[in-house]
């Protein structure tokens, strides 16, 4: 199993502009998360997701969106990019039985200037 | 509510010396608890998990920590610290019952080891 796969790695991304975070796991889990790390905050939840079809808003979810139209994915979309969403975004998923071990990507690293 | 407090973003130690990373929760009942570890450009990894249970919990790599309700903490340690033990340490608490989202991490603290 590849687990919890993210893209890009690294983005620079101006002022404005739109991207999506791509995120996949193939543990066929229910459950799915999108973080941000920021420095001296710990991880701060964007969204979740608990089955295809099913998302809603986590600590932290003005200037994104997401969509679960599939088990396997969940993109994290940002619309409107601005400095303040300079961070690392890790996404993460669980399994229905066991959903308190939250397997993570390796994390995104986003820059807006 | 819940909340979780590290104490210390930076911790040191030499090599081979007793590893102590200190986590402190608030709960209105007995709740989960975890620690995540983080190296260096990489996602977090479950260390160990506290789920009501055994008290004394034991994980990966020789980590182990010890849930302690009159002092409402949860403090990691291990006996004698490897170079490859640097790394960020996250605590993080859930209510029992609460949703799998419901976690809260604290802000982490960062293992240095040195030689």
């Known amino acids: 199993n590849a687990g919890v796969t993210q893209t890009p790695k690294f983005r620079i991304l101006k002022i404005g502009q739109s991207m999506t975070l791509q995120c996949a796991q193939d543990?066929?889990?229910?459950?799915m998360y999108w973080y941000r790390q920021d420095p001296g905050m710990g991880l701060k939840l964007i969204y979740y997701?608990?089955?295809?079809?099913?998302?809603d808003k986590g600590e932290v979810p003005n200037g994104y969106n997401v969509s679960r139209s599939t088990t396997e994915d969940f993109p994290l979309r940002l619309e409107l990019a601005a400095p303040s969403q300079t961070s690392v975004y890790f996404c993460?998923?669980?399994?229905?039985?066991?959903?308190?071990?939250?397997?993570f990507g390796p994390g995104t690293r986003l820059t807006v200037t | 509510a819940q909340s979780v407090t590290q104490l210390g973003s930076h911790v040191s130690v030499s090599e081979g010396a007793l590893v102590l990373l200190r986590c402190n929760y608030s709960?209105?009942?007995?709740?989960?608890l975890f620690w995540y570890v983080q190296y260096p450009n990489q996602g977090l990894q479950l260390l160990l998990k506290?789920?009501?249970?055994?008290?004394l919990v034991k994980g990966i790599n020789g980590f182990e920590a010890e849930f302690k309700k009159s002092e409402t903490s949860f403090h990691l340690t291990k006996p004698s610290a490897h170079m490859s033990d640097a790394a960020e340490y996250f605590c993080?608490?859930?209510?029992?019952?609460?949703?799998?989202?419901?976690?809260?991490f604290g802000i982490g603290t960062k293992l240095q080891v040195i030689p």
């Open positions: 993460a998923s669980s399994h229905r039985e066991r959903g308190y071990e939250q397997y």
């Open positions: 543990m066929n889990h229910n459950y």
């Open positions: 997701s608990v089955g295809a079809g099913i998302t």
């Open positions: 709960s209105s009942v007995p709740p989960y």
């Open positions: 506290y789920t009501s249970a055994a008290t």
């Open positions: 993080a608490v859930r209510l029992p019952g609460g949703g799998y989202q419901k976690v809260t």
